[in-house]
């Protein structure tokens, strides 16, 4: 049996969708084996900062039949080293890289013998220019303190492994292991009517997803076209902007803001949609993304993202974050669109997630990395 620990800063209860905490909610529920067992520590609070419900607190939570959580209340370094103490852990995985709490402190006073980090798309270029000083200074003191050299790195694909050499060198020793998704049926979109779009995003409220530039768009749109936004509101002072730009959006254009979502509710909320759209500056995977291909809805997205070459798969369209007339025409694309010719995008859509997805080799590679891992002392090839 390999115990594997991971250490990241929030991870709420029920999984809401979205970035780290999908992925590892994936990945408990999906990679499914006997030989390998998940104990998570993360924070009692969710991203908001307002506390999980329905979960206790500072005690091991069971999840699943392979996974427990501990949703710790007591951010001290002594109360940290004694959770940490109570899993006879073969390996460390921490989600992250800019939590102190939950991301270097675990590999300082963790006593797992081998540490990995996944770094989770936090050091693409997009990503790094959020409060770029700030995190220029962090990985300065990382490389000082000669992390890099101790512990091995996690990318989930090629592009990622390069921009963690970039950061810390060729040398740095990384193991590549995609992320695993969930899926959902094929729906059909046969009432598209030519001239009309129900256009929908899930996503974290934040200048990162670029939601405002989607808003920007619309207004050029001529199309009669109902915008739904799903997800919480990160950054409240950018959604102020956003807000401020629905006010000025024409008669034709309905944008309605949903709220939080959770998981359990996407599929059906596919349902009621044509086209997916989120032109995100940085998605090192974008799990909504693909939630949406597998359930047919073409994607407007960025090239920021891994999935680009959606228009030669009849899939959706790649635009750029900043050419608002390139989102326009996207949009405006699909709206012309009747139900014939839509179909067509429809179909697509699902063909290409399925052709990028493949579970089996999803778990090999992570077989790789908790039992060779273990197994080799991170001795390994990329």
């Known amino acids: 049996m390999i115990r594997v620990l991971i250490c990241m800063d929030w991870f709420h209860p029920a999984f809401k969708a979205g970035g780290p905490v999908q992925s590892i909610a994936n990945l408990v529920n999906k990679y499914g084996r006997d030989e390998v067992s998940f104990s998570i520590i993360c924070s009692n609070a969710d991203l908001d900062a307002t506390l999980n419900r329905g979960v206790a607190f500072d005690e091991w939570v069971t999840y699943n039949d392979y996974t427990q959580v501990w949703y710790s209340s007591n951010k001290s370094v002594t109360g940290l080293k004694k959770i940490l103490d109570t899993v006879d852990a073969d390996l460390m995985f921490v989600i992250g890289i800019y939590s102190w709490y939950f991301n270097l402190l675990p590999l300082i006073i963790g006593k797992a013998p081998v540490k990995i980090i996944s770094v989770r798309g936090m050091l693409h270029a997009g990503a790094l220019s ?199 025409d996207a949009i405006g694309f699909f709206a012309a669109m009747p139900a014939d010719k839509f179909a067509v995008w429809n179909a697509g859509a699902s063909e290409y997630a399925d052709k990028r997805m493949d579970l089996e080799v999803l778990r090999m590679q992570y077989d790789a990395i908790f039992f060779g891992g273990k197994a080799e002392g991170l001795k390994h090839s990329t």
């Open 130 to 328: 959020q409060k770029s000083l700030k995190k220029k200074i962090y990985l300065a003191i990382w490389k000082l303190a000669g992390i890099h050299r101790r512990y091995a790195f996690h990318a989930t694909d090629l592009i990622e492994l390069g921009f963690i050499r970039q950061t810390f060198g060729e040398q740095a020793r990384v193991f590549v292991a995609g992320n695993i998704p969930r899926v959902f049926a094929m729906q059909q979109a046969a009432d598209k009517k030519a001239g009309v779009l129900r256009l929908v995003s899930i996503a974290l409220i934040s200048p990162m997803k670029n939601i405002a530039l989607v808003l920007e768009a619309l207004q050029q749109c001529r199309q009669q076209i109902i915008y739904s936004i799903y997800g919480p509101v990160k950054d409240p002072m950018y959604w102020q902007e956003c807000q401020a730009i629905i006010q000025q959006l024409p008669a034709n254009i309905t944008v309605v803001y949903q709220g939080d979502i959770m998981p359990a509710k996407i599929a059906d909320v596919l349902a009621g949609q044509e086209v997916f759209i989120l032109p995100s500056k940085s998605e090192n995977f974008g799990h909504a993304i693909v939630e949406a291909l597998s359930a047919g809805k073409p994607v407007i997205t960025s090239h920021c993202t891994p999935f680009n070459e959606l228009g030669e798969n009849l899939a959706g369209k790649n635009v750029s974050v900043e050419n608002i007339s390139e989102m326009t």
